[in-house]
């Protein structure tokens, strides 16, 4: 038999050791404790029965939603009372459509959807920056360069047609009793600014949404809007200070165990506040954005627990967005306050070097030897100084992989990829784009 998800978490966090991704996409249901299911998807769906029905926590994405309710529905076919977004990702609210058939087919209402006051216009943001949007996670997740992104999926809408929004909204917390089971929703600011988190006091459970991934908060992402580690970690304290006996993020696996689920939370916490005393003590002491990002680093073991480790955001991103936070954009060299243009500046050091090719060589030479930032810098350059150099992009492309290969997080990962994929095309190479696992076609 298959381990159960809370053994396998437990011994993920006891041992320290994991041999098995603790992110896993595979639409199957396991109960949690009686009347409390939780399906693992892109997003999971955590679902709680109650004597009015079932409340559900978050829908999934476009393309599992459906898949989710397959599992759901072998398990109960109470109808559905309430659906709770713990934030307005498209992977947790755009599996909605599924919720909204399902009510729709057996006739009955659609489900009461709640969430907090800043998802709708959530909601409205993603609708106005639907290119963007797609541009960046097509990046992100496919490491797809933006030409990609012609045809009839740069048509369809970010959000799709038909995804429920909520009716009932609140604004710092609200407590609700559905079928004799208490709801307490509290609001806290994290990895979005609309992000609940639930209490439910009957199962000593919490529903924590995004504050907890099993992998180092996605506090940082180049792409996205701000987020707010200082808040992140005091939400954190909060779950912490509850009876909670069963902790449900909305990625990763569920956890069981009240002493083991406060050392996560507390050490994810004090990761975080650790992130922003240092670099807000640095700027208060006149550093520049460069010296911060290559000055504070977080303790490598830390990095190493099973549920810390960055794999999706990193710790260098999160230090950015320390300094969008505090500061502003500005990043303390003068030259970057009005500057050039990128073709500008790389023309001329091509021509002082000697030429476009010259810096494409030494790019290459320090790629080989292990000099990444510093290559991609020079042959970022050159390609600006000779963009039809089939040449140029051949070796941007291998660059642009090695980096690739030497990062962990997907972020990083999918961005280097992308501008490795842009070269490729370029240069006339073929090469496979990775559909986007946010693909609203699947
Ligand atoms: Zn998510």
Redesign the pocket.
């Known amino acids: 038999m298959a381990e159960h998800v809370l053994d396998l978490s437990s011994r993920f966090i006891d041992t320290g050791r994991v041999d098995g991704p603790p992110n896993r996409v595979t639409h199957e249901l396991s109960e949690l404790a009686d009347g409390v299911a939780l399906v693992e998807a892109?997003?999971h769906v955590l679902v709680v029965d109650t004597d009015e029905g079932l409340v559900a926590f978050d829908s999934s994405g476009p393309g599992s939603g459906g898949r989710v309710l397959e599992s759901l529905r072998r398990w109960s076919d109470a109808p559905f009372h309430s659906l709770v977004y713990?934030?307005g990702?498209i992977?947790?609210v755009g599996g909605s459509r599924a919720f909204a058939h399902d009510a729709k087919s057996s006739g009955r209402p659609l489900p009461n959807v709640i969430g907090h006051e800043n998802l709708i216009p959530r909601l409205q943001r993603y609708r106005a920056t639907t290119g963007y949007n797609k541009v960046i996670n097509a990046r992100q997740f496919g490491g797809s360069p933006v030409s990609t992104l012609s045809g009839t999926s740069s048509q369809q809408p970010f959000i799709p047609e038909g995804t429920l929004e909520p009716v009932i909204e609140y604004s710092d917390a609200m407590t609700t009793e559905i079928g004799g089971v208490e709801f307490q929703l509290h609001h806290a600011l994290g990895?979005t600014d609309d992000h609940t988190w639930t209490w439910i006091p009957h199962h000593q459970m919490i529903s924590a949404?995004?504050q907890f991934?099993w992998n180092f908060p996605?506090c940082g992402n180049p792409q996205k809007v701000q987020r707010y580690p200082m808040e992140w970690a005091a939400s954190l304290r909060e779950m912490a200070a509850t009876d909670v006996e069963l902790f449900v993020p909305?990625?990763g696996l569920p956890i069981a165990g009240h002493n083991r689920i406060i050392s996560c939370l507390n050490q994810v916490a004090s990761t975080l506040e650790q992130l922003v005393d240092d670099v807000v003590s640095a700027m208060n002491s006149g550093a520049t954005l460069n010296d911060i990002v290559l000055g504070v680093t977080v303790d490598p073991e830390v990095l190493e627990l099973p549920y810390l480790r960055p794999l999706y955001d990193e710790p260098e991103f999160v230090i950015r967005n320390i300094w969008r936070l505090y500061g502003g954009w500005w990043d303390g060299k003068p030259s970057r306050l009005k500057p050039a243009s990128d073709v500008a500046l790389a023309v001329e050091l091509a021509e002082l070097a000697g030429g476009a090719e010259t810096l494409s060589e030494r790019a290459r030479v320090l790629a080989e030897s292990g000099e990444l930032r510093v290559a991609c810098h020079l042959i970022d350059m050159a390609a600006d100084a000779a963009p039809d150099s089939t040449a140029i992009h051949e070796i941007r492309a291998w660059i642009y992989l090695t980096r690739r290969a030497a990062e962990s997080s997907l972020m990083s990962k999918g961005i280097f990829e992308s501008a490795a994929n842009e070269s490729r095309e370029a240069a006339g190479q073929e090469f496979e784009p990775r559909r986007s696992i946010l693909s609203l076609e699947e």
């Open positions: 892109f997003s713990t934030h990702h992977d947790h990895e949404g995004d991934i996605n909305a990625h």
